[in-house]
């Protein structure tokens, strides 16, 4: 039996699963420190369930957490930013695109070394160890326990900030040092602000996962503790410890996977409808599609894959005015203070929860407080909510063909009927806890994402095989069974501009968890 | 006109973009560049073409090599510097002014970052008013400059002199091997050119339209309901010899890559938002050089293709185009000079080896 937590900014949703089965479902609020809140959501999903601790193999929890804390710029250390590769990329330092105060709060600690790598694998000029040490011992000086080491081309050549690391970490106790070839592929920049954003967290992770294990283990969970990697697959909680930048998507990515494995489906549109917005992805071949565009984490550019979602102004606390006989819808929600604000609790502010109630669609607080609504008012607002969403599910539609729509979130039930360009709306059971659920039938995953010289490797398809293996490798070692893994995607892209057979691959790897 | 602020190169870069009409490099590199010089407080000088000293030294600063490699090795401080100097030994003379080869995508950010490093001015021109694959394909060599003497380095400081060719296309071939044996990314200056020269065989004005795109596509999209129409306004002005129009609006269906001689081809497949039968269709050889709606021809190089996001009408390259992506499609009349049939033989259809006669984007 597993349990799958999401921790999001408002609420931590719990799911109770055995074989694939959902047992029970469970949402608290969020608390400032997540580890009460997880306590107080497992608690309850096994009370509702009438099931005991002992019966738990593993823990899954998903949470926005870190990437939250980045982007409100609290908990982050100071870093410092070593990076390998002069004489290349003098003109362009660390940090230069990040903004002012988000500089200062991490301070401007910056070593540029010499070393680094062509693309083809050969050093162009050698590790320069002396400077390294000389940079040792001024981070050392200055207290700084977080390093972020980045080089030119280490996805192609990993052992150059291997060795980095290690010098530095001869002269310093207690230091935390983040690789970017851990977080990210070709693109210097990107994926040296991903280690930078990473570097950044640690304090915060090695508080708050510790914290959350022992909470675990107190209430008498012998389980293992996982947490949802971006891309809708696991890590340990110690994988996740050293690289907190990595949940940073994991809930919109676990709620498409909670909704396919709900519905059965494995392509759909997926309307995630929260208090405030709602989010709408892709389901393609059982995962999330992603965006190939660049994406900003707290203001910082990054080259994550993100699930390509669209968010609206609508959820359950969206406000609604009236104007001409217009209906108005939001943007503004009264967002967690439903339970004061709304009509339906005595509040002064017409909701769009109030009108599911009022329609019989949902049913809490006092409907009796609606009963000045009329019909036509409740049936142009639902009209108007409905236009709204349909036209957002026709922009990430890939084609006119009618496609189904499986509906989840807390506010599935603000939506009833058909919607246009659809084949089908579903409301699959337990949808209010999708993303817990997402969390908890994760499985464990392996990347590559490197250069390959076709030539050298003796023609594409022995390339292609190498790139493959690498990648169900790199699952089982995370933890997959080996047998259950799967290629889910492979891409390639040559490199152009240049005459040569160099080119970039992606592989992805996904596998079921072995002790499942 | 002086560029001094983040602001500005954001601007700056986001027209490039636009005028790369999908190729070009991403500026992004650039950009960052030029922000790292701006910080340190340097600033970009932008004179006009007509104001430069009849006996004026100009020459052009590019960068050549592969976009992947470009985004690991990121530039030196000091490489383009160097090659400057390099050139000025060559010529014998001072260098006076730089001017972009190409606006659109990279090239047209690192010379101004070059720009600001050194003091000198950068030119309001340059040789095509977008991006082109090849370093022939400008408006100066079409009227009989030549490339050479061309310098050429790393950022490791390996250099190459190139004295003397018998065409312009040779040094093409010469600095693409070159190129691929230091590294697959190398700087360059090149096209030394007298202040006379520039005013008649440049293509004016074109670093400030860019600058003007990238402004208007932000501040429509911050001030416009329906930001589309400020971006047209700015590139439809037929007073003004602009001509402009939305190609198509829909979504990606197919795309279809392949790397030939190292070069990225593709062809992209549309279909519209309403339902309707349309089919559209773009040729990309590194840059959009055709567009189809229904088989008939609709924009043809060296007019410009410019994909947009549909909602936030942010220009992409074509290597960021993907399947199920919303785009609008803009056709932009190419300025009168790259109209003239000198200029078409080199890079209009029959020089990406298109059978097809150009017709301006107004005629069809």
């Known amino acids: ?516 | 006109m002086i560029i001094n602020t983040i602001e500005q190169i954001k601007d700056l870069t986001r027209g490039a973009v636009f005028l790369g009409t999908g190729g070009g490099g991403d500026p992004y590199v650039g950009q960052l560049l030029l922000q790292q010089e701006i910080r340190k407080g340097k600033y970009v000088k932008v004179i006009k073409a007509k104001d430069l000293a009849d006996d004026a030294q100009v020459v052009s600063i590019a960068g050549i090599g592969a976009p992947s490699v470009l985004v690991e090795h990121l530039q030196s401080k000091d490489t383009c510097r160097q090659l400057l100097t390099k050139m000025e030994k060559q010529l014998g003379r001072k260098v006076n002014a730089i001017i972009p080869a190409e606006i659109g995508g990279l090239n047209s950010i690192i010379p101004m970052a070059v720009a600001a490093q050194v003091g000198l001015p950068v030119v309001d021109a340059d040789g095509m008013g977008r991006a082109f694959p090849h370093l022939e394909m400008v408006t100066f060599s079409v009227y009989g400059s030549t490339a050479a003497p061309v310098c050429i380095a790393n950022e490791l400081g390996d250099s190459v002199i190139i004295e003397k060719t018998t065409s312009n296309r040779k040094v093409e071939d010469l600095a693409r091997g070159i190129c691929a044996n230091l590294g697959a990314m190398v700087y360059s200056a090149l096209y030394p050119m007298l202040g006379a020269e520039v005013k008649v065989k440049a293509v004016h004005d074109t670093l400030s339209y860019c600058l003007e795109i990238g402004r208007g596509i932000r501040l429509a999209r911050e001030q416009l309901s329906n930001p589309i129409d400020g971006i047209m306004n700015i590139l439809e002005q037929p007073k003004l010899d602009r001509h402009a129009r939305i190609l198509f609006e829909g979504k990606v269906v197919d795309i279809n890559r392949e790397t030939r001689d190292g070069w990225h081809w593709a062809s992209v497949l549309m279909i519209p938002l309403n339902g309707k039968d349309d089919r559209f269709e773009l040729e990309i050889q590194n840059e959009y050089l055709k567009a189809k709606l229904n088989g008939k021809t609709t924009c043809l190089v060296p007019d410009l293709i410019t994909t947009l996001d549909l909602d936030t009408c942010e220009p992409l390259t074509a290597e960021a185009l993907k399947y199920g992506q919303r785009l609008r499609i803009i056709g932009t009349a190419a300025t009168p000079i790259m109209r003239r049939p000198e200029c078409l033989a080199v890079f209009g259809p029959i020089g990406f080896g298109m059978s097809e006669e150009f017709i301006p984007l107004e005629d069809l």
């Open chain 1, 1 to 516: 039996m597993r349990i799958g937590i999401d921790v999001g900014g408002t609420n931590t949703d719990a799911a109770l699963l055995q074989d694939f089965r959902v047992l029970a479902g469970a949402k608290v609020q969020t608390t400032e420190d997540v580890s009460s809140g997880v306590i107080s959501v497992i608690q309850r999903v096994l009370q509702t369930s009438g099931n005991s601790e002992n019966d738990i193999s593993a823990v899954m929890v998903g949470t926005t957490h870190f990437v939250n804390a980045f982007v409100q710029r609290k908990s982050l250390l100071n870093v410092a930013c070593v990076r390998v590769g002069l004489p290349m990329g003098s003109g362009i330092p660390p940090l230069v695109d990040w903004p002012d105060e988000l500089r200062q709060q991490i301070g401007e600690h910056i070593y540029m070394i010499g070393g680094g790598s062509y693309f083809d694998g050969t050093d162009y000029a050698p590790l320069d160890e002396q400077a390294l040490e000389q940079t040792a011992l001024d981070i050392k000086a200055k207290g700084i326990v977080s390093v972020a080491i980045s080089a030119v081309f280490s996805p192609v050549r990993t052992d150059i900030e291997l060795r980095a690391a290690e010098i530095l970490a001869r002269h310093l106790d207690n230091v935390n040092i983040t690789l970017s070839h851990q977080v990210g592929g070709i693109g210097l920049v990107e994926r040296e602000n991903a280690a930078i954003i990473n570097a950044s967290l640690q304090a915060l992770s090695h508080k708050v996962i510790p914290t959350l294990q022992q909470a675990i283990s107190e209430l008498g969970i012998a389980a293992p503790l996982y947490l949802s990697h971006n891309d809708g697959t696991l890590m340990s909680a110690e994988y996740a410890m050293q690289y907190p930048v990595m949940t940073c998507n994991a809930s919109v990515t676990n709620s498409i996977r909670g909704a396919a494995f709900l519905s059965g489906l494995s392509d759909a549109i997926i309307v995630d409808i929260g208090g405030t917005t709602t989010d709408i992805g892709c389901l393609s071949k059982g995962f999330a599609r992603e965006t190939s565009n660049a994406s900003e984490i707290g203001d910082v550019r990054t080259n994550f894959s993100m699930p390509d979602v669209l968010s609206i102004a609508l959820g359950g606390g969206t406000c609604i005015r009236e104007k001409n006989n217009q209906i108005i819808l939001g943007p503004d929600s009264v967002g967690f203070k439903l339970t004061q604000k709304a009509l339906v609790f005595g509040g002064d502010t017409l909701t769009t929860s109030d009108i599911a109630i009022a329609c019989g669609q949902m049913k809490f607080g006092n409907e009796s407080k609606l009963s000045h609504l009329s019909k036509g008012l409740i049936d142009k607002v639902h009209k108007a909510m409905k236009a709204r969403l349909e036209s957002a599910i026709d922009q990430l539609k890939l084609s006119a063909e009618p496609v189904p729509v499986i509906l989840v979130g807390g506010g599935a039930h603000l939506i009833a009927g058909d919607l246009k360009g659809t084949s089908e709306v579903i409301h699959p059971i337990n949808s209010d806890v999708a993303n817990a659920i997402g969390a908890a039938i994760a499985q464990v995953g392996g990347r590559v994402k490197r250069l390959f010289d076709y030539k050298l490797e003796g023609g594409r398809e022995k390339a292609l095989e190498k790139a493959k293996k690498e990648a169900i490798d790199n699952a089982v070692k995370a933890g997959a069974k080996p047998g259950t893994v799967e290629i889910i995607e492979l891409e390639e892209y040559p490199m152009t501009h240049v005459q040569s057979n160099t080119v970039d691959v992606k592989v992805r790897a996904v596998g079921q968890l072995e002790n499942f």
